[in-house]
Nanobody
Framework: QVQLVESGGGLVQAGGSLRLSCAAS????????MGWFRQKPGKEREFVTD???????????SYADSVKGRFTISRDNANNTVYLQMNSLKPEDTAVYYC????????????WGQGTQVTVSS
């Protein structure tokens, strides 16, 4: 079974930084694009960023407009881990952050992990 375990969240002041980690198991990690999603209080889960599988041509990343220029996604295939470096955090970034696979022809996901809470105070 696939397990996705997010960590690294916490309470931070506006303008601060956090680095989230997502440890994946039970899948051939290196072959999948991976993404970060977040769910704000009272809202539906939304896409934040993703990173393609690594190929001869490298990786491709995409970011939601709301985080572009502030967040950076990366992956470490040797450790089955995807990271989210979050800088210049804003109160509106407050959410539970989740990771999952990203499929470009459909929207199926593995079971969601517990997520990690990010709270940005002003």
């Amino acid at each position: 079974q696939v397990q996705l375990v997010e960590s690294g969240g916490g309470l931070v002041q506006a303008g601060g930084s956090l680095r989230l980690s997502c440890a994946a198991s039970g899948l051939t990690f290196s072959t999948y694009a991976m993404g970060w999603f977040r769910q704000k209080p009272g809202k539906e889960r939304e896409f934040v960023t993703d990173i393609s599988a690594i190929s001869w041509s490298g990786t491709h990343t995409s970011y939601a407009d709301s985080v572009k220029g502030r967040f950076t996604i990366s992956r470490d295939n040797a450790n089955n881990t995807v990271y989210l470096q979050m800088n210049s955090l804003k109160p509106e970034d407050t959410a539970v952050y989740y990771c999952n696979i990203v499929l470009y022809y459909t929207t199926n996901y593995y079971p969601w992990g517990q997520g990690t809470q990010v709270t940005v105070s002003s």
